[in-house]
């Protein structure tokens, strides 16, 4: 491993090291970049206070107010099991109620989007500046 690094260095000269290792860079950045917005965060602030995945819809009402927007809708998950002579199958289907809460803190503050599955809180998402 070392040898294959020595050689690395003696083949280029400095210049195009410097290039490859720039253009490495660039490309690391580039990925980060496009990374950074499908991320979404564990906490969102409410004036002083604080909410984080795992907490129920009552304590972030009680923490952070109605919000400006509520959509419904349920998701069906679940899977079908066969035994591979077809003298069994097992259907396994849970039906989950889903809300969307987004809050708009004002002019100017990302707006947020709060998913809940069942009551719990499972995603935070920043959306777009109001305006």
């Given at each position: 491993?070392?040898?294959?690094?020595?050689?690395?260095?003696?083949i280029l000269s400095r210049p195009e090291r410097?290039?490859?290792?720039?253009?490495?860079?660039?490309?690391?950045?580039?990925?980060?970049?496009?990374?950074?917005?499908?991320?979404s965060t564990s906490t969102m602030r409410c004036?002083h206070n604080i909410v984080e995945l795992g907490?129920?819809?009552?304590?972030?009402?009680?923490?952070?107010?109605?919000?400006?927007?509520?959509?419904?809708?349920?998701?069906?998950?679940?899977?079908?099991?066969?035994?591979?002579?077809?003298?069994?199958?097992?259907?396994?289907?849970?039906?989950?109620?889903?809300?969307?809460?987004?809050?708009?803190?004002?002019?100017?503050?990302?707006?947020?989007?709060?998913?809940?599955?069942?009551?719990?809180?499972?995603?935070?998402?920043?959306?777009?500046?109001?305006?």
């Open positions: 491993m070392f040898m294959a690094h020595w050689r690395f260095h003696a410097n290039r490859l290792l720039g253009f490495r860079n660039l490309v690391l950045l580039v990925l980060l970049m496009q990374a950074g917005p499908a991320l004036g907490d129920d819809t009552y304590k972030v009402l009680e923490t952070c107010g109605e919000p400006a927007s509520i959509y419904h809708r349920t998701k069906i998950v679940g899977s079908t099991l066969h035994h591979p002579r077809r003298t069994l199958d097992i259907e396994e289907y849970e039906e989950i109620q889903v809300e969307e809460w987004v809050y708009d803190f004002g002019r100017n503050r990302i707006r947020q989007s709060l998913l809940f599955e069942n009551g719990r809180m499972v995603e935070i998402n920043d959306l777009k500046r109001s305006r």
